[in-house]
């Protein structure tokens, strides 16, 4: 199985300030055959489901405000939040879609300072 | 626009099986694959598996094998997954969610893009 492991796991960062969130994957999600990497974030508010942010690391979703950005490839990815709203309060999640089982990271907590 | 709604809240006693449902709207139910993920109170995401509601074919997360069962009724849309043998850990909120895409008898893995609203588990004696 992959195992996917994010960093920090809580975070606290102050409105208007930059969120850098950090998720390494156990070997490589890059499909060499379309240079797609099978990585997703997403964000969960309390009492929520979970929402896709991005999806092949770095495609943000149809809706999602443009301060959200993700970067990286084979095993290193990276979700950063440009300028940090008070919305924006909520735990993330990195996943691989590239084999199963789809494994998740184990969150990071992201909250106002 | 896609929605999934799932059934409401069960309450279990240990050894009972349980069947959560997810109707799907506002798509082609059988192009994507439905995927079930569950979350204890206070934990992360865990996957649990796949089902692909044109051909019923399945996957499922090793830890569950032999006690989960995903399938479909196309005529109503709507996808279930049915876990048994339950015990304590297995309360959680359960969730599916929209996956693979499927043409042609070929299906691409993608995110996770659509979700359920949840349906929370209780085990309890």
């Known amino acids: 199985d992959i195992v996917m492991t994010q960093s920090p796991d809580s975070l606290a960062v102050s409105l208007g300030e930059r969120a850098t969130i950090n998720c390494k994957s156990s070997?490589?999600?890059?499909?060499?055959?379309?240079?797609?990497?099978?990585l997703a974030w997403y964000q969960q508010k309390p009492g929520q489901p979970p929402k896709l942010l991005m999806y092949w690391a770095s495609t943000r979703k149809s809706g999602v405000p443009e301060r959200f950005s993700g970067s990286g490839s084979g095993t290193d990815f990276t979700l950063t939040i440009s300028s940090l709203q008070a919305e924006d309060v909520a735990v993330y999640y990195c996943q691989q879609y590239d084999s199963t089982p789809y494994t998740f990271g184990q969150g990071t907590k992201l909250e106002i300072k | 626009q896609v929605q999934l709604v799932q059934s409401g809240a069960e309450v279990k006693k240990p050894g009972a099986s349980v069947k959560v449902s997810c109707q799907a709207s506002?798509?082609?139910?059988?192009?994507?694959?439905i995927n079930w993920v569950r979350q204890a109170t206070g934990q992360g995401l865990e996957w649990m598996g796949w089902?692909?509601?044109?051909?019923?074919?399945?996957g499922y997360a090793q830890k569950f094998q032999g006690r989960v069962t995903m399938t479909r009724d196309s005529s109503i849309n709507t996808a279930y997954m049915e876990l048994n043998s339950l015990r304590s850990e297995d309360t959680a909120m359960y969730y599916c969610?929209?996956?693979?895409?499927?043409?042609?008898?070929?299906?691409?893995?993608?995110?996770?893009?659509?979700w359920g609203q949840g349906t929370l588990v209780t085990v309890s004696s």
């Open positions: 089902m692909n509601p044109n051909s019923g074919n399945t």
């Open positions: 969610a929209r996956g693979a895409y499927c043409s042609g008898g070929d299906c691409y893995r993608r995110e996770l893009d659509y």
């Open positions: 506002g798509y082609t139910f059988t192009s994507y694959d």
């Open positions: 070997q490589s999600v890059l499909y060499r055959s379309n240079n797609k990497n099978y």
